[in-house]
């Protein structure tokens, strides 16, 4: 929720992208391919938006820099897209939430937060498209 109690929506244009730095995660939640493949799911359908495609989940063994091994997932939405990059090592994910419907962004935010176990977190909130007719 906002400071004022109000739930924090879409501002005025195409829509809003949430992007959440998540940080000090539980490395092996940042591991699980499954439960990737679940909060993409589950928050696709708790902030109502419309499943496109089954959420896809992809383990990256780091290439030349096994630091930068993890879990890469993300689910197509009617609305726009979905998506989570883990950094089990570094202890990091990065998440997006990108949506031309209003959203409760502060619900979304905290799925995350508590799927991964993060315990200090970056949000950033961008309007997108503010003159999109």
Known sequence: MASDGTTRQ???GFGVHLTLDLEQCDAAL???LRLTHDVLRTLAAQLKMTALTPPIAFHY???ATPQDAGVTGF???AESHISVHT???RRFAFADVFSCRPFDIDA???LLIRAYGSETQSAHVIERGRNFQ
């Open 30 to 32: 940042l591991q699980d």
């Open 75 to 77: 689910i197509v939405i």
């Open 10 to 12: 879409r501002p005025a």
């Open 108 to 110: 979304a935010s905290l």
């Open 87 to 89: 950094f089990p090592h």
């Open 61 to 63: 063994d780091g290439g």
